[in-house]
């Protein structure tokens, strides 16, 4: 699965958590979002992702936005993790958890630290 397609489809389906985890840290307007996904490496390819996104999770209740009009710099939208927003995330998490460590035994690598049945913070 090392082709374009499959690589989209993966990122396609993560790039909702990474935005809300990078919202956690602290509130991020769109570029600026766009620029720490694009940094991060292999997450975003396409600037036109984000903001759809965005507006999704907008519209889910998992971010708000408002605008800021800072003295001397244009006026830029900034968006804020929701409490479901949070919410979601730790799911997401969990969920994630648990699906690598079967991916990842599925495809035949060995973490010491895996076990399939018991994820930290979560059960089977």
């Known amino acids: 699965m090392s082709d374009d397609a499959g690589l989209t489809e993966l990122r ?3 790039l ?3 935005v809300l985890a990078l919202l956690e840290e602290c509130p991020r307007f769109g ?3 766009v620029r720490d996904l694009a940094e991060a490496g292999g997450l975003l390819t396409s600037d036109g992702t984000v903001y ?3 507006n ?3 519209d889910a209740g998992l971010v708000t936005s408002e605008w800021h009009d800072d003295q001397g710099e244009r006026a830029r939208r900034y968006y804020t993790i929701t409490a479901d927003g949070r919410r979601s995330l730790v799911a997401f ?4 958890a648990r699906f690598s460590l079967t991916v990842d035994a599925v495809l035949g690598y060995k973490r010491p630290e895996a076990n399939l049945y018991e994820v930290k ?3 089977k």
């Open 31 to 33: 570029l600026q979002l």
């Open 121 to 123: 913070g979560g059960g």
């Open 16 to 18: 909702a958590a990474c």
């Open 52 to 54: 759809p996104l965005l």
């Open 56 to 58: 999704r999770l907008r």
């Open 93 to 96: 998490r969990e969920d994630w």
């Open 12 to 14: 396609r389906g993560v």
